[in-house]
T-cell receptor, first 109, second 112 residues
Framework: DAKTTQPPSMDCAEGRAANLPCNHS???????VYWYRQIHSQGPQYIIH???NNETNEMASLIITEDRKSSTLILPHATLRDTAVYYC??????????FGAGTRLTVKP | DAGVTQSPTHLIKTRGQHVTLRCSPI?????VSWYQQVLGQGPQFIFQ???????GRGNFPDRFSARQFPNYSSELNVNALLLGDSALYLC???????????FGPGTRLTVT
């Protein structure tokens, strides 16, 4: 069973920030939070991960609450190509990657 | 550099048959994982191999097996196919024990 809860779908206007929430209230101290996305008909693509601190890379920012029970993936300037299913995953080991149903983000012109 | 490659792209099999799916990891990656993705759901973990040894197994029946070769490529085998085995089968590679996995485009298996 997935250890995360995400809204099934979200819309975002092109050029605006997309904020995708994830609840992981049962996360343990050594479990990382990962985000992947899957564009239609392609394999999932790694976006970002974090443990405690907020993280930023060229694709997105990850904000993790102080109690680590939830996080938000931020796409600062969403484009039409960001339309995809976004998966939030908590993982303690390489062989324990559990994808949930994810959030289907639709970026609209 | 080439990414993760999988073959074949599409496959149609009949119930009861056997299938072999193949995966070539990114050069230098020693770990390969296999996932099954049924339409409308997220990927489900099947196996992970590192340095030719099985390091993890998901909740799949013994009809599913895999192996990793000395060049780190991998095969996923499924015996006695059922209609419910119809899915996209994804392969992912990583350096080994690394956080970031790189997924291939998948093999679409249809069982009739």
């Amino acid at each position: 069973d997935a250890k995360t809860t995400q809204p099934p779908s979200m819309d975002c206007a092109e050029g605006r920030a997309a904020n995708l929430p994830c609840n992981h209230s049962t996360i343990s101290g050594n479990e990382y939070v990962y985000w992947y996305r899957q564009i239609h008909s392609q394999g999932p693509q790694y976006i970002i991960h974090g443990l405690k601190n907020n993280e930023t890379n060229e694709m997105a920012s990850l904000i993790i609450t102080e109690d680590r029970k939830s996080s938000t993936l931020i796409l600062p300037h969403a484009t039409l190509r960001d339309t995809a299913v976004y998966y939030c995953i908590v993982r303690v080991a390489l062989n324990d990657m559990r994808f949930g149903a994810g959030t289907r983000l639709t970026v609209k012109p | 550099d080439a990414g993760v490659t999988q073959s074949p792209t599409h496959l149609i099999k009949t119930r009861g048959q056997h299938v072999t799916l193949r995966c070539s990891p990114i050069s230098g990656h020693k770990s390969v994982s296999w996932y099954q993705q049924v339409l409308g759901q997220g990927p489900q973990f099947i196996f992970q191999y590192y340095e030719k040894e099985e390091r993890g197994r998901g909740n799949f029946p013994d009809r599913f097996s895999a192996r990793q070769f000395p060049n780190y490529s991998s095969e996923l085998n499924v015996n006695a196919l059922l209609l419910g085995d119809s899915a996209l089968y994804l392969c992912a590679s990583s350096l080994g024990g690394q956080i970031e996995q790189y997924f291939g485009p998948g093999t679409r298996l249809t069982v009739t």
